[in-house]
């Protein structure tokens, strides 16, 4: 019944934002704040591109089990996605993805390819998000 229920939830807020041509948004999903948008390249490319933070690499002194599993995840599975992950010099582990698209995805028709783009990335970015501590 909980399934049916988000579906219902799902449609109807889809079907508020039908008609919206919006081509970038800023949303929340499994505690992860991401930042999308749908992009044309000067050589008339369209994109999708999805970013976000996941959190903080532990110190070694703080916990060097969390530390070593999220460093190794990290690479794993950098050779396994379409996504990179980086470390930037405070230690914040940060998701990206450039996804080529037929044309400029606006609206629903942008929320849709996020849902797709997501949920293919969504067991490795919640494997190396449990390893992290919350960014500072």
Do not use: C
Request: net charge neutral; hydrophobic share 40%.
């Amino acid at each position: 019944m909980k399934l049916n229920q988000k579906i219902s939830q799902a449609v109807q807020h889809l079907d508020r934002v039908e008609n919206q041509q919006f081509d970038h948004l800023d949303f929340e999903w499994e505690n992860i704040k991401f930042q999308a948008a749908s992009t044309k390249d000067v050589d008339g490319t369209n994109n999708i591109r999805l970013k976000a933070s996941l959190g903080r690499l532990h110190f070694t002194v703080e916990d060097k089990n969390n530390r070593a599993m999220a460093l190794e995840r990290l690479f794993t599975t950098n050779m396994a996605i379409d996504g990179t992950y980086e470390i930037d010099k405070k230690g914040d582990i940060n998701f990206s993805n450039i996804t080529h698209t037929d044309t400029h995805k606006t609206g629903v028709n942008l929320m849709s390819a996020l849902t797709v783009i997501l949920l293919e990335a969504e067991i490795h970015l919640r494997a190396l998000k449990a390893h992290l501590k919350p960014s500072g």
